[in-house]
């Protein structure tokens, strides 16, 4: 895949200052950029690497005015930041992956309907009473329980496994092992000091446009069902456990725990390997840091930091105090010294 | 699966008060039941919600004298909680898939026998040398390695992973995406700075009604086994390293890491997102607070918290010290500027 | 596999002292042996294990004199530390499956080409443009999307996942249901608090003789590549976001995450569950401790501890103050007290 600065510029209504035969075959930041990459200079803090750079081509304003020679190809834009995401998920859809229709071997229970424009990979399952919406793609080794239903657009990547029941939305992404509707974590204890496993007979519910990280795990409800909210984006190996609800358009960072039970709002910001108690209420535009600890409910538009969780401002003061732990200690005791005397 | 309220009673032995044709087809809680849910009466806290429920039908104990008018149609038994539990289970057992047979395609290397009640799922691999207990079921596109035994009555979910050698026991649930039995982490450095890898010979031995969490990982040892006693239950994204050894009866909550050659005792209780050090020994009956830090080893029935851990109680008196920081070097100011003049 | 202690004297060139016919199987240390176990005295500390261990051989040095009998049969070697771990590689390569072929069904794209001496698993994927090295085993249930390259002797195990497009070099090792590729986690607010998937067109680099714990998610960058150098050995359930570089030679314990755009060197050693904030920099030979959060920059052969980490010293005396506040506060009081009366 290789363009010309004079094709690009064409394609995006641009203006060639340079050599239109140049050729890019890769997108970079202007900082990293090589030969035969195309970068684009929005921030005008960057300014300085666009007379160093290798870059072959360069998105730049229509107005800009460059203050030494440049050796890369310049293409003048109206935008050139809203030029290079619109090339970028050009290029994305040319380079990742799309395919359609039924692979051999794979596993289609009798009376599932595989809609035309749906891809089924090879090695993958779907088992009885499965739904599929038009154009779901169910990579290779894919598992998709009894009963599951699966809205449309919706990609399920090689190895994800989908436990019976459960219900995907539409246009959801969820990522290579990824375990959705597994049992909860529910045991009796009995006198013997051994366990009963308490049944867990509901399921998982995620809504549309949802992203699903890799080898991330949402556990079945014990009855009703664990809710993942529209437009909520979950990154890789995070556990939901049980009947908890997660609000819509919440984005959660890598290896955060959350226990049985908790709801989390809308539109929170939850930072990497959080952990939240099980059974508390955590509200609307919630930003919480990472590695923090949540052991109770928290209002609507908090932002705590720290374990356990604190408002993240006076996170840093603690930090600090607690640094200055060794002065304390000496100063109490020159006090006393004093005192003595 | 929808049952009248006549059926129900006469199942369980319970006397209907109101109409005997309402159907159900779901269970809830009593403060979140809706039409169609059956739900039950147990703690009188919650006595107040039966006036105002949706569920269509309730159980009580014989003796309950409602205080106002209830909508919804009751069923007494003698131990509502338990006839529910009794209720679940059968609903479990009816809800979960069950199979039996062996789907084609699936891997069976010669010579392996295949017990008649046994499970192998289309796209799993049953390698060489594996000894399969009756019953057991192997759901799609789980592996089963080399000389692997595996007791009666085990479900391995689709995707999980057992490396050969290893031994699990009877009735244990090793869910979707659990690996049992990678290699150990442990590497000699060379001179040069870079590392030799060395060799993980020894196994994993997981006993009797262990149930293993989705894509939880334990690693086989270096020499020996790393141990999953009986009755232990881990829950999802755990991991356990090279030859620790886990009691028995002891839970672990999501997310929990156990360095190398650790013991943990038996009906232990320990949160999520815990560390454990390597070689360390935990005694019997510890409970330890979620994203603990456990450096040293562990004297039965502890209860700590913190990172690094102290005493449960220690812990929440140390983070009120930590919040009263600022305060407490105002004081040591004012003692300092008073003492000068 | 058994062995007669002559038949190993003879291999390793040591010295039998005792009954040459006594048979081994196993391997274990010395505190651990019972009969069957071959095990070795190195260490002097361990010297009075060998009077009592149930070992039916221990390798000793050629010029160690037992100050009681010993009951094991006794092989004299130069170095019975360097002589066990030859013996373990030589077992581990005996008792580790090393298939070769092709095993159906699997599936192989069309004009992708498999060396003769390589092995493609059952139900693994192979999908088009894919190259792969001489040697390379990929396991069942594997999955090697479009493009990808893996080098010489290469092993891919059980159920791991490479997206399209990633680079693996020669002679790693990725572990079961480790996930390669997978999208970065990255989106574009929108002004209605929905969010934007900004395209993952980079793709995942792994030098040489790298090691890739179980169900690791090593994502791929937004653009360009993300990096793990040379001879870099990953434990489990660890998180590299998109865009991380990890160096050569660096050592990192389970479930530690690395958020996006993070560099660190060459010869570190990270313990587990530790956490790096996004786009910094970590140097050369930097040792950090389990459980910490490194939220800046770490200068080369730094020594950290501690959430937010402080110099691994500083973290010892901090949590010994932590302890003794209760202490500061009452002597404050008493201070304060005093200076009132």
Redesign the interface.
């Known amino acids: 895949m290789e363009f010309k600065a004079g094709q690009i510029a064409a394609l995006i209504g641009g203006e060639v200052d340079g050599d239109p035969e140049v050729c890019v075959n ?4 202007i900082e ?1 950029a090589r030969t035969g990459a195309l970068t684009f200079l929005a921030n005008p803090k960057y300014t300085h690497y666009i007379y160093t750079t290798d870059a072959s081509i360069v998105l730049v304003r229509r107005d800009f005015v460059p203050a030494q020679p440049v050796r890369a190809t310049l293409v003048r834009v109206d935008d050139p930041y809203a030029v290079l ?1 619109n090339l ?2 050009y ?2 859809q040319a ?3 799309s395919p359609v229709g039924i ?1 051999q ?1 794979s ?1 289609v229970a009798p009376g599932v309907e595989i809609p035309g424009d749906a891809y089924i ?3 993958a ?1 779907v ?1 009885d009473g499965v739904r599929l919406g038009s154009g779901v793609k169910i ?3 894919a ?1 998709v ?2 009963g599951v239903e699966i809205g449309e657009g919706t990609v399920i ?3 994800a ?1 989908i ?3 459960c219900r995907i939305g539409a246009r959801c ?1 969820i ?3 990824a ?1 959705i509707g ?2 909860g ?1 529910g ?1 009796a204890p009995l006198p013997d ?3 009963h ?5 509901g399921i998982v519910t995620i809504g549309d ?1 949802v ?1 699903i ?3 991330t ?1 949402v ?1 079945r409800a014990t ?2 069902s664990t809710v993942i909210g529209r ?1 909520t ?1 979950l ?3 995070i ?1 939901a ?1 049980h009947n908890t609800e997660i609000g819509c ?1 919440t ?1 959660i ?3 955060t ?1 959350i ?1 049985g039970s908790t709801r989390i709002g ?2 929170c910001m939850i930072g ?2 959080v ?1 939240f ?1 099980g059974h508390i209420q955590v509200g609307d535009r919630v930003k919480i840091g ?2 923090s ?1 949540i052991p109770n409910n928290v209002p609507d538009g908090a932002r705590l930091m720290g ?2 969780a ?1 408002p993240e401002m ?1 996170f840093a ?3 600090a ?6 002065e ?2 000496t ?2 005791k020159a ?2 010294k ?2 003595k005397q």
Chains 1, 2, 3 share one sequence.
Request: negative net charge; aromatic residues 14%; hydrophobic residues 35%.
């Open positions: 890769t997108f970079a930041k990293e995401s970028l998920e290029a994305s380079m990742t992956p692979e071997p596993f990979g090879a090695f399952y088992a990579f290779p080794q598992y329980g009894h990547y090689p190895g496994k436990y019976h029941g992404i990522h290579a092992g375990v597994a049992d974590f045991f000091g051994s366990y496993k308490i049944p867990q007979i446009d992203e990280g890799a080898n795990t556990d009855m009703g437009g984006k990154d890789n190996l556990q456990a358009n984005v960072a890598a290896q725990g226990a809308d539109y990497g390997q952990g108690a990472a590695q600890g374990y356990p604190v006076d003061r603690q930090a105090y607690i640094k200055r732990l060794g304390l200690f100063r109490v006090l006393e004093s005192e």
